[in-house]
């Protein structure tokens, strides 16, 4: 008599790497500026583009990829999908708030960072065209302080807009902290998630947030890009006019091509953009990891292996740049100081480690298909380069 069959178990987290082929035979510490692809979302798109090509493109199927990926995304974010608008980027979504902002009247501000990425820095900056006093918060410990932007901050602020994370220095802001000096002003609360959706817990948050917006091709997992997600909370629906309204804002998108009638969607969907079909499909197919494993391991791998990697690094003697323990992400940076950026990215990748520098940093990214070989493998690499040992 045979025995029961034996029930197929799914890879533990520590072995997510064995689902993403780039992984192989190298250290990707780059996941900060792309995301690497899941042999899922490979085969995936290899399916569809055999499918394309032989019978058309099924743009049905991407619509409906794109609900699902909207979903998964609401889901990892503590949010419900009729809050989250598909936008194609983070200057997009900030382009779309900047535009509700007639001329200044007097003393209306705008508080953003003074080193923040240019995708949540120009959009704002234009704003001093329409006569608003556009005032730049000096970063320190590598971000935005609470305390610094609250100086900056009045009754005339309209907006206050800053990143999750930096993308520079790794630095978590304080979004709660930064949320009330924000409110207590009346002012729209803007954060860029590039850094932070799919890195580390942002639920607690959002009821902080009038708008948080993150791409797909970083910590979301699909380098091919082409579709993001821009949460609205329903006092900024409520606010906002959608000035860029197609057939995909209305009630019932497919029964909207045509005037005269105008029935917008009730939901953020209001503010769609129009989407890749193929972006849609890719983002469904990478998104499934997060339910595969849960989010909440995922989170806790990110937090053990960045532990791990900042401990590896100060022993090597290249100690990360000092951040406060509550600003830690998964970006760890370590101030280049007298190297200079190419050689040692050249060196590094001499050893399978992948990684980059921004603004004065090597800037490495955690996420949880990385294993604690790869910290090694990074630390034989950083011992080994031209000038040895750095001591900061």
């Known amino acids: 008599m045979s025995g029961p069959v034996p029930v197929a178990q799914a890879p533990g987290i520590g072995d997510a790497r064995g689902l993403f082929p780039a992984t192989a035979g190298r250290a990707y510490f780059n996941t900060a500026a792309v995301g690497l692809a899941s042999s899922r979302l490979a085969e995936t798109y290899r399916a569809f583009i055999g499918e394309w090509a032989a019978d058309g493109l099924d743009y049905t199927r991407g619509e409906r990829a794109a609900g699902e990926a909207r979903s998964a995304v609401a889901r990892l974010i503590g949010a419900d999908a009729a809050d989250i608008a598909l936008i194609p980027s983070v200057s997009a979504a900030a382009g779309l708030v900047a535009a509700q902002f007639g001329p200044a009247g007097p003393g209306e501000s705008i508080v953003i960072g003074q080193r923040e990425y240019s995708s949540n820095h120009y959009p704002w900056r234009l704003l001093a065209g329409r006569g608003y006093d556009v005032r730049q918060v000096p970063f320190r410990n590598g971000g935005l302080e609470p305390d610094d932007i609250a100086r900056l901050v009045d009754g005339g602020t309209r907006l ?20 009330g000096v924000a409110r207590a002003a009346g002012a729209i609360v803007f954060v860029d998630g590039s850094q932070l959706v799919g890195a580390i817990p942002v639920a607690g948050d959002l009821r902080h947030v009038d708008v948080l917006v993150a791409p797909d091709h970083k910590f979301l997992l699909n380098a091919g890009r082409g579709m993001g997600y821009c949460y609205l909370s329903p006092a900024a629906q409520a606010r906002f006019t959608p000035v860029s309204a197609g057939w995909r804002a209305g009630a019932v998108p ?105 603004d004065g940093n090597l800037r490495l990214a955690v996420h949880f298909y990385n294993h604690e070989d790869d910290i090694d493998r990074l630390v034989t690499g950083l011992t080994s380069v031209p000038g040895g040992r750095q001591v900061n």
């Open 160 to 179: 206050v807009a800053f990143s999750g994370v930096q993308s520079a220095t790794g630095h978590r802001s304080d979004i709660a902290a930064i949320s």
């Open 254 to 358: 497919s029964d909207s091509f045509f005037g005269p009638a105008m029935n917008l969607s009730a939901t953020a969907s209001r503010f769609d953009s129009s989407i890749s079909w193929l972006a849609a499909i890719g983002n469904q197919a990478a998104l499934a990891v997060f339910d595969d494993f849960g989010a909440a391991a995922i989170y806790a791998r990110n937090r053990e292996l960045t532990a791990s990697l900042r401990a590896a690094l100060a022993g090597a003697g290249w100690d990360p740049a000092g951040l406060p323990g509550q600003n830690h992400s998964t970006i760890v940076s370590v101030p280049l100081g007298g190297h200079e950026a190419a050689p040692l990215l050249s060196a590094l990748h001499g050893h399978g480690v992948i990684c980059s520098a921004r």
